[in-house]
T-cell receptor
Framework: AQSVTQLDSQVPVFEEAPVELRCNYS??????LFWYVQYPNQGLQLLLK??????LVKGINGFEAEFNKSQTSFHLRKPSVHISDTAEYFC???????????FGQGTRLTINP | DSGVTQTPKHLITATGQRVTLRCSPR?????VYWYQQSLDQGLQFLIQ???????AKGNILERFSAQQFPDLHSELNLSSLELGDSALYFC????????????FGPGTRLTVT
């Protein structure tokens, strides 16, 4: 069965600094990978997804992620964060042909001025 | 706004009671997914319906059931409620039966007292 590990439960950074949120997954078959963001008191919004093709995926709000099959990782990056990026970020995986998303425990990103 | 609506936003009820959560998917989406988000379990997939038929089951308790109606809205029924059922319940929709991008509603916060 697939699983997702988000290595940091909280990441504090200063505004305009770069950030990387780490995600590793475990699966015996090929997978789709996703990053979702949850702003306070809101539902989840898709940031970006990897289904196939280029391993560098660009998403909304200046975020990007790189799929590394050998490392089974899908880390999320942004070169310069803004106060409005304060939120919880969830990495999720789904096996090919599966009907469900398996989520990591989430990483709370806090931006300090 | 994802286009997925959920009612009610908040629900407070007592142990042993039964509640119904409602979800309307995005226009044209045939798949509906239900997720539970709690502090100790994180985000867990409960169940998926596609065009009225159950397609996948996750960690859904026997006390919980769901259905999708001909107009494609879905209801999640939770019965014999326990304190541990207190959580955020999210509905998501997608146009496909096999996993693609999912669009999440704002959630229903259930508090069992």
């Amino acid at each position: 069965a697939q699983s997702v590990t988000q290595l940091d439960s909280q990441v504090p950074v200063f505004e305009e600094a770069p950030v990387e949120l780490r995600c590793n997954y475990s699966s015996s078959v090929s997978v789709y990978l996703f990053w979702y963001v949850q702003y306070p008191n809101q539902g989840l919004q898709l940031l970006l997804k990897y289904l196939s093709g280029s391993t560098l995926v660009k998403g909304i709000n200046g975020f990007e992620a790189e799929f590394n099959k050998s490392q089974t990782s899908f880390h999320l990056r942004k070169p310069s964060v803004h106060i409005s990026d304060t939120a919880e970020y969830f990495c999720a995986v789904s096996e090919f042909g599966a009907q469900k998303l398996v989520f990591g425990q989430g990483t709370r990103l806090t931006i300090n001025p | 706004d994802s286009g997925v609506t959920q009612t009610p936003k908040h629900l407070i009820t007592a142990t042993g009671q039964r509640v119904t959560l409602r979800c309307s998917p995005r226009s044209g989406d045939l798949s509906v997914y239900w997720y539970q988000q709690s502090l100790d379990q994180g985000l867990q997939f409960l169940i998926q319906y596609y065009n009225g038929e159950e397609r996948a089951k996750g960690n859904i308790l026997e006390r919980f059931s769901a259905q999708q109606f001909p107009d494609l809205h879905s209801e999640l029924n939770l019965s014999s409620l326990e304190l541990g059922d207190s959580a955020l319940y999210f509905c998501a929709s997608s146009p496909r039966v096999v996993l693609g991008e999912q669009y999440f509603g704002p959630g229903t916060r259930l508090t069992v007292t």
